[in-house]
Structures are given as structure tokens and as C-alpha cells.
């Protein structure tokens, strides 16, 4: 296995992804909580980070047992933690050096073996090595970095100036590869399938006879970690499926039959009345979130209670859950939106908490449900937010706005599915629009409700774009709900990409 030791850049967990996509299983740990056995680790790598080798708080972790000893690669401020303390010299930058560039000078080298002059690389950073290291050795240039990468002698490492984990570095994978297998030697062994394995047999040993209570959402990351836990401790699983009233047209009762289909432990709360009181009256869209989040815990709690000597709690969690909601630095960080399905267990449930799917991306975790043997359709779900619905009606929220919007969203997504359009978008869904507007049916003036159509392409939520649909379905969509959800006279397309716009509109 591979250790990045992660110093806070916003990417580390990118660069766990591409090790993994080579087939090899890493760990990423905070670089001044490195773990115990640092023997059972093949290599290590050094991850970028927001701190400067020449600042006061400087991260300087102790790396004698590392460096000289194994592998070891520094990715950009590792690469300038390795040139400050090991006699080089590092300094503020004149030119800023962000984005693309291109290798202009290469020699000879295992690092960039396939890998050729003018690739293109990804920057980001401030400062600059300006001299390299005692004992080491120029590997490759830019046009505007002379030392954009180096090795020092007679040890086997090896330090870049550049991101290879950001997919702009057209060969940073191979880069990576070139290190981990041929520098390395590391075995690329790690498949979802061993994933499985692994996961199901450290949950055995953590869990033991412990009853793990679990919510199940009805989207892919909820319905994965019960999967896994299931095969882990079977009937000592308690999933409970709440319905708030936001979820999707006749979602509640079809999601919950798959759930005991797939041999779940499953408990069905109907708690839809509950959360539309909460509701009642408010249209602040992050105190809809709150009210919604706070029902869900007492809902959640009461049936957790139920449940005799109960010590755990599960999540879904995966690392795009994390990274929007928390700071890596531990520093203050703008709160975009608050999510409410991380962090928010009230301390007095005293549950310890089990995230199998923490350091995941989506797309992996779909990878881990279908060699599970899950369900493809389930599998192939759009994300969904928490707060369901609740979000996509915009201001207050009633029994009757909930109804048209499920109305219009069935339409549209049952018709997406029909058109083999589905699995083409990342994410799609409605928006009921606080805005009536005039139209005209059969002879009568209307004013009604006008809703929009959202689909966006994306690849882990954090960035989207809008999807062109052909002009013909959103023609045939518009006219459908039109015609048969009462309440709507007027259907609009959200043309908007994220950032600057969100997925969401609330
Ligand atoms: P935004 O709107 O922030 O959405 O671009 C990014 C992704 O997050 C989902 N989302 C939420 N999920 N609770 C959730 O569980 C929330 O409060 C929430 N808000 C947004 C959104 O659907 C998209 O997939």
C-alpha cells in the first residue's frame, strides 16, 4: 500500500483517486498524524498544500524514517519542503504560476519514462525552487520553472513542481504510475472487488457483535455502505428509511421493496406529516435545511432508540460530502451550502460513527455497488439532495407545491429514461419557480405556477455544466406537463453552469 501524507492541498484526495485507478490501494493521513507502522507502506508521497515552506506555522513533519529509507515523491509543496530542508533554496515566486504549461526540457529518467517533452502540465503555486537540493539531480523543466522536477542522488526520491493528480497533466498519471510501479515496485493488486474484501473484513473486526443503525437515503452512497456492512454483520444491521415528504413520485414504497429485496434488515418510517410542520411557513432555503435536518434527527433518534443496546451510527458519507462542508486545513472555510447529512449527529446520541465509503469519489462507489452484484438501476441513480424537494421548491413549502413538483419531476425524469437520455445526464430534476405567470388554455386567461428544468453533466458535483438536451424532447416534456400537471402553465430550461451558478437553486 501507498501513504500520501497530506499537507491541506484542496487536490490530495485527487491524487488517492488516480493511485487507485491504478489499481493500487492508498491511505491518505494528515501529514503531522502519520500512522504508527510506516514500515508496511511501499512509498510515500507528499501532497501540495495552501502553507508556504518559508512561512512561520511551517508544516515540517519528521520524515527520517521515510526519506533514504523508501520511495518517496514531494508533489509541489512537497517537492519544495524536500528543496527547502534538504539544503536548496526556496523563494517567493516573480511570476504567478498557475495553470497550464509545458515540459520543455526532459532527461533521461525512470520518473518521466513515456513521458515526453512539451507534455503538458498543471501549476499552482507560488513560490519556486530556486536552487535544488544537496545531491540532487535536474529531471525536468518548463518554459517559466527551471526545477520543475528533481531527484536526489543515491536515495529513491524523486520531487515534482507540477499536480500529475489534476487531469490537465495530460501524463500525470502515467507519472504516477512510472513512480509507484517501475520506481517502486508497488503491485497493482487493488480492485473494487478487494476493496469489498478488505472493507467487509475490517468492519468484521471493528464491528464485532456491535447492532450498527444505519439511514438509508434511497441514493447510491447510502444504499453502497449498507450493502457492505450487510455482508459484514447481517442482521446486526438496522437500516431505517425515512420518508419526509420531499422524496420523489412513489419513491418511498418502490425503494423500499428493493431495499428488502436485497436481503436489508429495512425499516419504513413515514414521517412526511412531521417534516411539512417543520416547514410550515419558511422559505429561508438554509433554515428549510436546518428544520428539515432537525426533524430527520428526532425522527431518526426515536427509531435509533427503539433499537436495544445500538452503539453505532453509518453514513454514506464520501469525500465530496467532506470537502464542501469542511476546511482540510482546519481553518475557517466558507460554508457554501450545509449540507446536512454531514455532522450532524447531536451529541447525545453517543453513537460512534462508521463511514466505509469516507475516502470514495461517486464513481467509485458505483464501481464497489456493481461488483456487489447491486442493482444496476440502483446503482445508476442521479444523486440526490437530503433535503429532497424541499430545495427545489422555492420559498415556502405546502402539501400542494410538493405534489405539482413531483408531478413535473416524474414527467421529466421518466422521460429522460424512455429517450435513453438517463444515464447520459449526472443529475437532473425540477424546480418549482415562486412566479406565476399569464398563459392562455382553450379560451381562458391563466396565472399559474412555472417550473424549470435542471440536468447538469458533471463529475463529482463540485463543478457542472448544463446539459443540451435536444430541443425535440424538451418540446415533448414542456408539452407533457402542460397538459397534465394542473398548476403549471409555463416550463423554462436552467442554461447555467456551476461555478458560477450552483446545481441546486436553493
Ligand atoms: P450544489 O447545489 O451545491 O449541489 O451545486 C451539489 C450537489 O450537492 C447536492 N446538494 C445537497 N445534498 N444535502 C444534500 O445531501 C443538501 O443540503 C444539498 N444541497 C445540494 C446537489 O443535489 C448536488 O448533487
Given at each position: 500500500k501507498v501513504l500520501i501524507l497530506d499537507f491541506g492541498s484542496q487536490v490530495t484526495q485527487l491524487i488517492g483517486r488516480r493511485v487507485r485507478e491504478l489499481?493500487?490501494?492508498?491511505?491518505?493521513?494528515?501529514?503531522?498524524?502519520?500512522?504508527?507502522?510506516?514500515?508496511?507502506?511501499?512509498?510515500?508521497?507528499?501532497?501540495?498544500?495552501?502553507?508556504?515552506?518559508?512561512?512561520?506555522?511551517?508544516?515540517?513533519?519528521?520524515?527520517?524514517?521515510?526519506?533514504?529509507?523508501?520511495?518517496?515523491?514531494?508533489i509541489c509543496y512537497g517537492a519544495q519542503y524536500l528543496a527547502h530542508f534538504g539544503g536548496g533554496k526556496v523563494a517567493e515566486s516573480n511570476t504567478r504560476e498557475y495553470g497550464r504549461a509545458n515540459l520543455s526540457y526532459v532527461n533521461d529518467n525512470e520518473l518521466f519514462r513515456n513521458i515526453s517533452n512539451g507534455s503538458q502540465v498543471w501549476?499552482?503555486?507560488?513560490?519556486?525552487?530556486?536552487?535544488?537540493?544537496?545531491?540532487?539531480?535536474?529531471?525536468?523543466?518548463?518554459?517559466?520553472?527551471?526545477?520543475?522536477?528533481?531527484?536526489?542522488?543515491?536515495?529513491?526520491?524523486?520531487?515534482?513542481?507540477?499536480?500529475?493528480?489534476?487531469?490537465?497533466?495530460?501524463?500525470?498519471?502515467?507519472?504516477?504510475?512510472?513512480?509507484?510501479?517501475?520506481?517502486?515496485?508497488?503491485?497493482?493488486?487493488?480492485?473494487p472487488d478487494s476493496f469489498v474484501e478488505e472493507t467487509v473484513s475490517n468492519l468484521k473486526e471493528q464491528l464485532g457483535n456491535d447492532k450498527v443503525v444505519l439511514g438509508l437515503s434511497g441514493g447510491v452512497d447510502s444504499s453502497v455502505a449498507a450493502m457492505l456492512l450487510h455482508k459484514a454483520i447481517g442482521e446486526?444491521?438496522?437500516?431505517?428509511?425515512?420518508?419526509?415528504?420531499?422524496?420523489?413520485?412513489?419513491?418511498?414504497?418502490?425503494?423500499?421493496?428493493?431495499?428488502?429485496?436485497?436481503?436489508?434488515?429495512?425499516?419504513g418510517v413515514d414521517a412526511s406529516a412531521r417534516f411539512l410542520e417543520a416547514l410550515e411557513g419558511e422559505s429561508d432555503p438554509e433554515k428549510k435545511r436546518k428544520a428539515i435536518g432537525r426533524v430527520f434527527i428526532e425522527v431518526f433518534d426515536d427509531e435509533a432508540h427503539a433499537i436495544e443496546n445500538v452503539t453505532w451510527l453509518a453514513q454514506g458519507t464520501i469525500y465530496?460530502?467532506?470537502?464542501?462542508?469542511?476546511?482540510?486545513?482546519?481553518?475557517?472555510?466558507?460554508?457554501?451550502?450545509?449540507?446536512?447529512?454531514?455532522?450532524?449527529?447531536?451529541?447525545?446520541?453517543?453513537?460512534?460513527?462508521?463511514e466505509p465509503l469516507k475516502m470514495l469519489f461517486k464513481d467509485e462507489v458505483r464501481r464497489v455497488g456493481k461488483s456487489m452484484g447491486m442493482d444496476k438501476e440502483l446503482l445508476g441513480r442521479h444523486p440526490f439532495p437530503g433535503p429532497g424537494l424541499a430545495i427545489r421548491i422555492l420559498g415556502d413549502i405546502t402539501s400542494e407545491?410538493?405534489?405539482?413538483?413531483?408531478?413535473?419531476?416524474?414527467?421529466?425524469?421518466?422521460?429522460?429514461?424512455?429517450?435513453?437520455?438517463?444515464?447520459?445526464?449526472?443529475?437532473?430534476?425540477?424546480?418549482?419557480?415562486?412566479?406565476?405567470?399569464?398563459?392562455?388554455?382553450?379560451?381562458?386567461?391563466?396565472?399559474?405556477?412555472?417550473?424549470?428544468?435542471?440536468?447538469?453533466?458533471?463529475?463529482?458535483?463540485?463543478?457542472?455544466?448544463?446539459?443540451?438536451?435536444?430541443?425535440?424532447?424538451?418540446?415533448?416534456?414542456?408539452?407533457?406537463?402542460?397538459?397534465?400537471?394542473?398548476?403549471?402553465?409555463?416550463?423554462?430550461?436552467?442554461?447555467?453552469?456551476?461555478?458560477?451558478?450552483?446545481?441546486?437553486?436553493?
Open positions: 489499481n493500487i490501494y492508498s491511505e491518505i493521513h494528515p501529514y503531522n498524524k502519520p500512522p504508527e507502522d510506516i514500515d508496511s507502506y511501499k512509498a510515500v508521497i507528499l501532497s501540495g498544500s495552501p502553507l508556504s515552506v518559508r512561512g512561520d506555522n511551517v508544516a515540517h513533519p519528521n520524515l527520517k524514517k521515510i526519506q533514504g529509507n523508501k520511495p518517496l515523491l514531494g501549476m499552482s503555486h507560488s513560490d519556486t525552487i530556486k536552487e535544488l537540493p544537496t545531491n540532487s539531480k535536474l529531471l525536468a523543466s518548463t518554459h517559466d520553472v527551471e526545477n520543475a522536477a528533481f531527484k536526489i542522488e543515491g536515495e529513491q526520491t524523486y520531487a515534482i513542481q507540477f499536480h500529475p493528480e489534476v487531469y490537465h497533466s495530460k501524463d500525470g498519471t502515467q507519472l504516477l504510475e512510472n513512480f509507484l510501479v517501475h520506481i517502486a515496485g508497488v503491485v497493482q493488486d487493488w480492485t446486526n444491521l438496522y437500516c431505517i428509511f425515512v420518508n419526509n415528504g420531499l422524496l420523489r413520485k412513489n419513491e418511498f414504497s418502490g425503494v423500499l421493496e428493493q431495499y428488502k429485496g436485497m436481503g436489508l434488515n429495512v425499516k465530496p460530502d467532506v470537502i464542501e462542508s469542511v476546511s482540510v486545513t482546519g481553518g475557517p472555510s466558507a460554508t457554501i451550502k450545509s449540507h446536512h447529512n454531514v455532522g450532524g449527529l447531536p451529541d447525545y446520541m453517543k453513537l460512534k460513527i462508521v407545491k410538493v405534489r405539482i413538483l413531483q408531478e413535473v419531476d416524474a414527467i421529466f425524469i421518466n422521460g429522460l429514461k424512455e429517450n435513453g437520455l438517463y444515464d447520459k445526464v449526472w443529475q437532473a430534476g425540477a424546480i418549482l419557480l415562486p412566479v406565476q405567470s399569464v398563459g392562455v388554455m382553450g379560451d381562458e386567461r391563466t396565472y399559474e405556477n412555472c417550473v424549470a428544468l435542471r440536468a447538469v453533466e458533471s463529475t463529482d458535483g463540485m463543478t457542472a455544466d448544463w446539459v443540451n438536451l435536444p430541443y425535440e424532447f424538451l418540446q415533448k416534456t414542456s408539452n407533457a406537463i402542460i397538459n397534465r400537471v394542473k398548476g403549471v402553465n409555463r416550463v423554462v430550461y436552467d442554461i447555467s453552469s456551476k461555478p458560477p451558478a450552483t446545481i441546486e437553486w436553493e
